[in-house]
């Protein structure tokens, strides 16, 4: 007797065959995302977009009940700007998009090329501590001020060279938290608290366990003096990092120059951090409920609740099947 | 007798004086935005970020009720695409932000410089057509993948020499819808309907009368075969773009290669339209309702509907009236 042959799947590879190509051919089923010709950045197609709209919704939510309000910062951020924390623009600048024009002109030969070249260069924000904390520096002279506690969503842009849908993109969607206490254990107590708003989403949104702790000196954030993360084993037994939060101490205050009044009437650095998570979300959670027949999601965060598939096979009972398939869609929707 | 001095408003110059200068203080008072140092960038604080997510709370209910789905396209757009369009390339070609470097090094002098050049400059998109359109162009092979509705919140980059808070900014954020259909009669039936969308949100929704009407060929989206526009007369009585939506006939189809096979089984281009409407709509609602005591919202966008104040002239009753208040506060919570 030899053995059965393997049940047909609706996703091929299998995932034990390559859970690489299996991950990527599922997303594309889905209609989550695909590659874009601009290299390194992908489309999120209504599919993939309405699961991060629904993440960005309990996530918004979560931060507002934390006190958080949002605001938006300018994309581009002045290569001045982005050099004052050393270990920040050391960490980031081998991946940096970089705007050195403002205009197009028709060059001899007929064809487009850049013109009008900018005295300082533009770097598209790969993250915004430096272009918040210009900000901050401007809104913080008192003790009374603090704390800041702003969120912002937006896109921002890393250079990468293998790229992959929703895990790796050169641009990516997120939310960054940027906070400005007046004590150092304020701060460490931010850093942890919106972690621990990360884990509760992880965990309780998109059913995910999650293992929290703290990055090792060589994977800090570029600048900060602690590094929290979640990290999460996806089926192929590999670990995504699916959010961090950082302790910036006064490293980037200093650099900014977010300065207070303290309580003793003395002049003080504040102290600050920095949170965020990011559309690498979508494909954490294709890769951790995913199956050989394709994409499966929590349902708190898909998109579509139910579907209904009319089944006909008989031509005389079509129009029965179909009206029966109405009147519970109108039931479903609580409009019956 | 003299007359009276004119009373002292919260607002210096009133209306009257110098609308332009008082439409700034508006600004700045209520904390809706500043400048940032990045030339024509602001900083949109949260009291202006509020305002703008309550805009696109009510719109994008409104583009879901017809049918829209939302997306995401890349921020950058390859100079060929963006060149495919003659009007289109032309019309933008001296506002565009250049992207032509992907990493940072530093110089002989310790500067940090541009590194690793493009080999295709990348725009910054200023506007989405070309860069969704290659989408749709593998998105679209049959009449039966039609129509292609889809919106895209994002933001987008025109270079301004003129800056103004919200009006006219380098960096602002807006909705783009682009969709495609089958015949040209059902794309001009969709540029109508968006239309139709803005003017009930801007009329119900913002409390601001508007004139609805047809773009001038000058003044035309490039690209387009016909823009519709709904324009605001404000309180000095000049006309601001409230929103405009585009019938855009087969040209960028044509461009993009977004072709179908028609119910003749012969290939046809899609007609599309494109509509949006940006955070100009928060400067316009100061300038529409505001007065010389400063920022007036209408109450279904403000982001706070009422504010407390207690007032607590002596030290003996300060502590029942701040009590009452909180009474007061849960009860309007809907808490007691």
Redesign the interface.
Known sequence: MSNPAPQKTAISPRREEDFPEWYQQVVRAAELA?P???RG??????W???I??NMQRRLDAMFRATGH???????????S???KEAEH?EGF?????????????VDAGGK???ASALTE????RPTSET?IG??YA?WVQSYRDLPIL?NQW??V?R?EMRPRLFLRTT?F?WQEGHTVHETEAEAREETKQMLDVYETFVRDHLAVPVFSGEKSDSERFPGAVQTLTLEVIVQDRKAIQAGTSHFLGQNFSRASGIQFQNREGKQEFGWTTSWGMTTRLVGTLAMMHGDDDGLVLPPRIAPTQIVILPITPKEETRARVLEACDALQLQLRGKQ
Chains 1, 2 share one sequence.
């Open positions: 695909e874009s010709d601009v950045c992908m489309v999120i197609r209504p993939g977009y309405g991060w709209e309000r949002n605001a938006y910062f300018p994309l581009f951020i002045p290569l700007y982005f050099a623009v600048a081998k991946e940096c998009a970089v705007v050195t024009h403002t205009r197009l002109e487009m090329k850049p260069p533009l770097v598209v272009i210009a900000s401007k702003i937006a896109n842009v250079w641009e969607l």
